[in-house]
């Protein structure tokens, strides 16, 4: 299956689509600015040189303030500093700051005397392109922003602190989503399945009648008063750069190129696992392979998975260039209840010369009491590291080209993250970094097992991720009259039926990226990420042979992925790593692989890594040029400036979940 047309499709809008009176949209077409280097003065360009540095120290600033308030409100900190009204007020403030009109026009000017090819016209472009996603040339629009603002703001904080867990034998127990998402995985118990299931799907009923219905309407409003066809068609053309007419071309291809691999792989899964019970959304997770989780739970402890995602990350020389960190990784009441990595200080190379290191906040959601809480927050872990890894080696002349927002692309941003976090399903990863509290490497019969349970339904798992896009589309697509609480749910089951074959063990409402601004009609992100991710892959098991503990890998991202930061397109950057356009293909083609063949591989990957480390001990130096404090909400568990060094910090992490939560044994 190809979708090189599709992507040539992409590629041509993004190359023609120019101004129109209803919308400032910016492309890398509208950069072709006709200048004459003649032009320039020394008072031109020191007038050049002011508008950049104020700019950039302006949005620094503003960029602070909200994700303080971001972290602090999302995190749950106490201190009367963090509200939802400060939230709210600060992202107001950076967002006027991005949308001011007399901005654009002074960049606009500017280029006109500047040479195309000169640094200072690149950062030019950059904040031409950035105001451009920001700018409403509609009052009504602006109007009806502040006041989706103002309704999400409302929604996250009532879901922040809303209740949820499951009855379990006649008792009413207290579980975040994760917790409840986690049962639903592991617990061998048919009756606990089901009840947190249907605590989950509580969370729907919850925002639907919290006002998410509102949120729909308004935020539609605002997208068609700009001129967009709705709210999705405004959110993914800012963010990529083309529209959602072009993007549901290449997730079409890929849900028409992997249905019957889905219809098939339901038909054996009800075969093997005894009849069409199998599928419910409470069983179908746990008998694909609960017991196997519980089975390689020892070989994943939670309280070592920042030492194995430090320890790996080096191996591949990956560097954090002088980046300061904290992380939030334990789950407790009142957290926001998705992990995720922003940025208070982006990194970026000022005009002195000098290199402003960045400045992180990633959070997951960690119970390391629960079966499967070490193999999914050390996933979780190396997702959002690879995130910060990336913002961390953005090398560009503003902070604009290393945030997180518009026009940085979901799917840019998601490629990098993912990829990383991919490692930790490979055979000869775990054959170092899966070991347990013994010391004892996790054996081969058992990722034999792992492979044989799950890779003939791996397409559940993208199934379940195109799933969220499709549901956001036809939200967004629903005639206002008709967007209720009844119709919204119902639409949800329709999604889940139609796209993964019946109800999900992920109900679409629970997902809670579609409440937030930031996170809405963004998941389409995560599919063609993955598209990405398998072709990087690929790209690097042809040229290298392998990836685990690869010293290449870090600079080769570093290099092609992670320094140019926005001012690069995601479709070009990866045709250029890989020297193919972006496609489907890897993804399919490992999808159709025998289990036979997928274990041969993975056997001698597998062999080849324990070889390697037979006799050899961890080094006793791992150095990724970052300061790391672990903390939990209010309090800082381990400092490595304090501690002396990472290993120092990542022991004093373990001793606490240990004393905390107890050796499992």
Request: glycine share 6%.
């Amino acid at each position: 299956m190809r979708i090189t047309a599709a992507t040539a499709f992409l590629l041509s809008k993004q190359h023609t689509r120019h101004f129109t009176p209803r919308r400032i949209f910016v492309t890398p077409s509208l950069f072709s600015t006709s200048t004459d280097s003649n032009t320039m003065t020394a008072s031109s360009l020191a007038d050049v040189t002011n508008f950049i540095d104020t700019t950039n120290a302006s949005y620094e600033s503003l960029h602070r303030a909200f994700e303080l308030q971001f972290w602090g409100t999302k995190m749950n900190i106490s201190g009367s500093q963090y509200s939802v009204d400060e939230l709210s007020r600060t992202k107001g403030e950076m967002e006027a700051f991005l949308a001011d009109e007399e901005k654009l026009l002074k960049t606009r000017e500017l280029l006109k005397d500047l040479p195309e090819d000169s640094d200072h016209a690149k950062t030019l472009k950059m904040f031409e392109r950035t105001f451009g996603c920001y700018i409403m040339e509609s009052e009504e629009a602006k109007s009806l922003r502040a006041e989706a603002t103002r309704i999400e703001g409302k929604l996250e904080d009532a879901r922040n602190k809303l209740t949820l867990g499951a009855t379990i034998d006649g008792k009413f127990e207290e579980m975040s989503s994760v917790g409840l998402r986690n049962k639903v995985r592991v617990d061998p118990d048919e009756k606990v399945r089901k009840a947190c299931f249907e605590g989950l799907s509580k969370i729907g009923d919850f925002v639907t009648e919290n006002g998410f219905v509102e949120l729909v309407k308004v935020r539609n409003r605002m997208a068609k008063a700009l001129g967009f066809l709705d709210f999705y068609d405004y959110k993914v053309t800012n963010a990529e750069g083309f529209g959602k007419v072009a993007l549901f071309e290449i997730l079409d291809t890929l849900e028409k190129g992997t249905r019957p691999i889905m219809e098939s792989a339901r038909k054996q899964f009800a075969d093997e696992k005894g009849g069409a019970s199998s599928l419910e959304p409470w069983n179908l997770s746990f008998m694909m392979a609960g017991e196997t989780t519980r089975k390689m739970d020892p070989y994943f402890p939670f309280e070592k998975s920042v030492e194995q995602w430090g320890r790996s990350f080096a191996a591949m020389n990956i560097s954090y260039r002088g980046a300061t960190m904290d992380l939030d990784l334990l789950d407790r009441k009142g957290k926001y209840s998705n992990g995720f990595c922003h940025w208070p200080q982006p990194a970026w190379a000022k005009p002195d010369g000098s290199w402003q290191p960045s400045v992180t906040h990633f959070t997951s959601l960690a119970d390391p009491s629960a079966v499967g809480s070490g193999h999914t927050g050390l996933t979780t872990l190396m997702h959002e590291a690879g995130h910060a890894a990336h913002f961390a080696n953005v090398d560009m002349p503003s902070p604009l080209f290393s945030q997180e927002r518009s026009p940085t692309s979901v799917a840019y941003a998601e490629l990098q993250s993912m990829f990383l976090d991919s490692l930790v399903g490979d055979a000869d990863w775990m054959a170092k970094y899966a070991i347990s509290r013994e010391g004892d490497t996790i054996p081969w019969d058992l990722v034999a097992e792992k492979i044989q349970t799950t890779h003939p339904y791996k397409v559940f798992a993208l199934r379940g991720m195109i799933a969220v896009p499709y549901f956001e589309k036809a939200l967004y697509e629903m005639a206002e009259e008709d967007v209720t609480a009844e119709n919204i749910k119902a639409l949800a089951d329709k999604v889940e039926k139609d796209i993964q074959g019946g109800l999900s063990p992920r109900p679409l409402l629970s997902v809670p990226h579609i409440l937030s601004d930031e996170a809405s009609c963004y998941y389409h992100g995560y599919v063609l990420a993955e598209m990405g991710v398998y072709q990087t892959r690929e790209f690097f098991l042809k040229r290298d042979k392998y990836i685990t503990d690869n010293p290449n890998v870090g600079p080769t991202l570093t290099s092609a992925y992670w320094n140019p930061g926005n001012s690069e397109q995601f479709l070009s950057l990866v045709e250029d790593l890989t020297g193919n356009p972006l496609t489907g293909d890897a993804w399919v083609n490992e999808l159709k692989q025998t289990v036979s063949d997928v274990l041969k591989m993975e056997k001698d990957s597998y062999d080849a890594k324990i070889a390697e480390c037979s006799g050899s001990k961890p080094s006793d130096d791992v150095d990724l040029d970052m300061r790391i404090r672990i903390v939990d909400g209010d309090d800082v568990l381990a400092d490595t400036e304090k501690d002396g060094s990472f290993l120092a910090s990542c022991k004093v992490f373990e001793e606490y979940v240990q004393k905390r939560y107890g050796k499992k044994e």
